[in-house]
């Protein structure tokens, strides 16, 4: 059989589809035959064609691959295969040949692992390593590695030698190949590190970094490789790498600035960088280290040319060069550190740089307040906005394009983060908007990208804007019609999404234009095979949508045309764009027509299902390049067999099926595919009632299946769709006409609420996190009791909320405990605020006698937010808590008077107007519901609030202050010497 199946190998590779039909189905057939794995052995140390020896291993481990496939080959046939395998990959002389060689000895060792049938490997492998001979030092650290990519489980028990062989070989002084294999076992163990194993593999790290470094400058697909293990360690062992943090972000940053190095190990290693700011922030902190990170990337990011430059504004394409990469990694800064020192070790590096004579190291400046804009947003918005628009106008008018396209992209993400300080600036922005976008049109030298920016920051602008905008229709709406109707394809579309912008802002104020641009839509919705005018149809159906919501009842009449359209899409269509706008066009009319459109629900959710099965867009990419050739062979080959696997061999199977898995991708279009259909589906079942109904139990089951997806989007909008699909039902189960609804709401919330509850703990992404405490929030505030009853008690909310305070959740990253005089990213701010709206939430639901111990734990976390040195974000979220939860507890408020007073007291004279007014609103609370503990002190309180009325101007601590008085009079009229008080001073 061994010369027939060379044969057949050997046509497979002929250059004729006809002569490779055949013989895959002859190939097939031979599989089925028992005979075929002794003829595969042969043919691996028979053939003298190193193709056939290729294809006989790669076929041989596929045939043997799950346990109950070795379990089934005759004993004497497994046990010849350990006798031969180990001199046949001594022998081959081909590199190819023995990776696949390794990879089919790693498979039996897998196997054999557990009831010790081979001990003949590690003694191999032993001897091997210890060889004085490079090329066996090669092959017993390949056999390692390939070993512990599939069977790190199995291999548990054996952790100590096997990090003593990957110590050894990392002294390999000979062979890059040893120091290679040996990195990617390290790598490939982290998941079976155990407590015991923590300071064996710590002590090795000395030794991988000098590895790495051999290796960067040998091969740069192998240090590639290498660098992976200190992101792997970074994302799951990062306590490893603990008394390692100064030396490794000086390793990343080193070769990261090397100049000479490919551009791969660059970006890896600013990719590094990356995961271990998100999970070392307060360590890098704390060493001082944000500045020379800092100034390392802003080299990076002043060094690249135009053709360097990434789209910042484009999602679509992933960061390929080191600057782009170097911009993610200031992004990243923003979001998890300090403001108040990143800002000003950022303005340090930019304000030279604006001035610098180098074009780039000016538009490397725009490009940095721009990405750091998001995660920054309050300390630039509070603190440095109107110089930071200076500047931004200064680059708008810069002789080079570059820099004016970055300073329109700064001012894009401004107008986007930095609401709602911006806006006042309009009088003096638009003029300036207005007059580059002229220049889209008339300066035919503008590039692509840079019309993309001007568009962008006029969007973002507009769109934030609201009724300010009105003064500018009459200019901006005549502009941009003319744009759909004569500019290029990518123009128009780029107007039309100012278009809905502009309309989000103005509401009914854009009716005047609206027949208008419905007629300009009606041209751009035309199919077509071109994929530039897909993507105009797509936009076009985007702002369908947004007309539909901000314009309400006036959109109507084009409901109905507006569904027929959508759904016509969806039957001529597998552009996940244009699928994606469909499904928010239908969301959108749904506001509008509720129930009227059940009879369309049933083909709109079926379109919605099939996009969050599909799993369109994810490729896997194979360890072994040549798995992926013969996989269909196996395709029916072991039907009978698999009927017979026994469920103790599934979990086996799984692992050993992912582990020929290198890498997963998945394409933004498909992902954000499934984020729209979860997020309309959400809002149908909202807005249609009953009419969803027949169609609520598969939606809910698919939504609740993504909520373990890898991409963290999808995961985010899952949590937000099985909240609000639980909502909807739970509203109709109060309906007496759908008694089915309590069982089936009563059955989601006990599914939901423990899971959500786990979530919030372990998900490592920050905005799934939210969007859980958001979706708890939701939940409690709207259902109540019942849903708390779901989840236990309240008891295990608290707990969640206290670990955000302290920063203990695991998408806060792993850190020592905070400190006193830790300052929090305004990231963790936020994280934080959504857990302080729902102590809130619980405060009103359980009561002042329940909830005041729950809020007595909790004190001293909100008082640490007080403190002066506090940012003010912080001071707002903590003063205005207190205030909101005071005011649900009522009379248990005059357990806290005592611990509060003086520092509301000190707070009302906050230098920052929101914060002040917060401290204001919360003496009022406290002064009406302490009781009397307070009335002591209401004389001071009423003579420190007139004083503060008398010079204040923000209009909202004035409210707060006359509110305040009122709350006091209405609580004890007799406190306040009424007939003293000067009222002309509380008039507004």
Known sequence: MAEQLEQTLLNLLVPDNDVIQQATVELKRMLQDPAVIPALCQLLSASSKPEVRQYASVLLRRKILKANQWGAVPANICQDIRQNILQVLVKEPEKSVRKSLTQLIASVGKHDLPSNRWPELFQFVNLSILNNDPAQREIGMSIVSALSAIAFEQLKPHMRPLLSLCSSALDDQQNHFVLHY??????????????????????????????????????????????????????????????????????????????????????????????????????????????PILAAVFSILCDATAEDEADEDEDEEVAKTPSSVAAQVIDCMALNFPPEKFVSSLMKLVEPALSNPDQFHRRAAYLAIAVASEGCADCMR???????????????????????????????????????????????????????????????????????RTYYAVEMFCENLGRDILPYLGQLMPFLMNAVRSAPTEGKELAISAIGATA??????????????????????????????????????????????????????????????????????????????????????????????????????????????????????FKDSNMEHVLHLFDNSNENEEEEIDISDEKDDFHTDVSEIKSVEVENSYSEEKEDALSSLAELASNTGSAFLPFVDEVYKEAFDLLDYPLGDVRKEAVLAVGQICLAVYTLAQDPCYPNCVTIASNMMSAIAPHLMEMVKEDENREVVMAILDTLNNLLKEIKL?????????????????????????????????????????????LVENGGDLLVTLAGLLGGEEFSPFFAGLLPDFLKKLKPSSSIPERSFGIGTIAEILDKIGNSTSRFVSPLYNVVMNIILDEDEEVRSNAIYCIGVLAANGGPAVLSHYSDILKKLVEILNRETYRRAIDNICAAVCRMIMAHSEAIPLDQVKWESLQI
């Open 504 to 621: 989000s802002a103005a509401l009914e104020d854009f009716l005047p234009y609206f027949n208008d641009v419905i007629e300009l839509l009606k041209t751009n919705l035309v199919p077509s095979e071109d994929d530039k005018l897909d993507k105009l149809r797509t936009q076009a159906v985007d702002t369908l949508g947004i007309l539909a919501r901000t314009l309400g009842e006036h959109f109507r009449p084009l409901a109905n045309d507006c569904l027929t359209l959508g759904l016509n899409l969806l039957n001529s269509t597998e552009d996940p764009d244009l699928k994606r706008s469909a499904y928010g066009l239908f969301s959108a009319i749904s506001t509008l027509l509720k129930q009227e459109m059940s009879p369309h629900l049933g083909t709109i959710v079926g379109y919605m299902l099939e996009s969050l099965r599909s799993v369109e867009g994810l490729k896997a990419n």
């Open 786 to 830: 019942p849903f708390l009853q779901a989840i236990g008690s309240a008891t295990p909310i608290i707990a969640v909320v206290k670990d955000a305070f302290q920063e203990k959740l695991k998408c806060q990253g792993e850190e020592e405990e905070v400190s006193e005089d830790d300052e929090q990213a305004e990231s963790d701010s936020i």
């Open 182 to 291: 040996a990195v990617l076992t390290m790598t490939n163990l982290i998941p079976a590190i155990g407590t015991d194993h923590l300071k064996p593999y710590q002590a090795i790290i000395p030794k991988v970094m000098n590895a790495i470094k051999t290796l960067i400058s040998a091969d740069v697909e192998m240090a590639v490789e290498s660098l992976e293990l200190l992101d792997e360690l970074a994302s799951c062992e990062v306590t490893i790498l603990t008394p390692f943090v100064k030396q490794v972000i000086q390793f990343a940053l080193e070769v990261s600035g090397n100049k000479d190095l490919d551009n791969e190990i660059s970006m890896k290693a600013l990719s590094f960088l990356i995961t271990l700011t998100k999970q070392k922030k307060k360590a890098i902190v704390k060493m001082n280290l944000v500045q």
């Open 382 to 452: 509070t603190k440095h906005l109107k110089k930071l628009l200076q500047s931004v106008y200064a680059g708008m008018a810069d002789p080079s394009a570059e820099v004016r396209g970055s300073a329109m992209f700064a001012l894009g993400q401004f107008s986007d983060y930095l609401q709602p300080d911006i806006s006042k600036f309009s009088s003096e922005l638009l003029p300036l908007l207005f007059a580059c976008l002229a220049k889209t049109s008339h300066d035919s030298g503008m590039s692509r990208k840079d019309i993309i």
